[in-house]
């Protein structure tokens, strides 16, 4: 499994940095720059979710805001395929660096994955597999330029 989980009824609680506020720059072609935030929200203990100059990014089915129990971001090898599209090729298979985030903190992860049609896995950064909260996660595969310029405070 990518993950395990905590027994029910209870959380993980992270002892890392604070990460109340997240802002992931990334860029495309299809807009000069598409940046997403999320924000905890400590009543609810979930992530409130914004795009496009801090709008709140809304469920078009149920009009509810976009919110997290817990945040991946995974700094994932991105190549330029060349096209006129801007499209990237986004390599997988490998391994790298990346953060769990959950109830308003931050902790380092690392990511793994053998073959294309292998499971990735998390683990922490003393090779431990990642426990994380059961609930709504969002995971972000950025490229390296993007993991470096994201904001977590």
Do not use: C, M
């Amino acid at each position: 499994n990518p993950v395990s989980f905590p027994v029910w009824g209870y959380n993980v609680e992270l002892s890392g940095d604070k990460a109340e506020y997240v802002k992931i720059p990334y860029n495309t072609k299809s807009y000069d720059t598409q940046i997403v935030e999320y924000e905890y929200d400590a009543n609810t203990g979930k992530y409130l979710r914004y795009q496009f100059n801090y709008k709140a990014h809304i469920d078009g089915t149920t009009g509810d805001q976009l919110a997290f129990d817990n945040i991946i971001v995974l700094n994932v090898p991105h190549y330029a395929t060349g096209d006129s599209y801007g499209h990237r090729n986004v390599n997988t298979v490998g391994n790298g660096d990346g953060y769990y985030i959950a109830g308003g903190k931050k902790i380092s992860i690392n990511w793994s994955k053998e073959s294309k049609d292998g499971n990735i896995t998390f683990t922490t950064e003393d090779s431990k597999p990642l426990v994380i909260n059961r609930g709504k996660t969002v995971i972000n595969i950025v490229e390296n330029s993007t993991f470096n310029a994201t904001v977590i405070q």
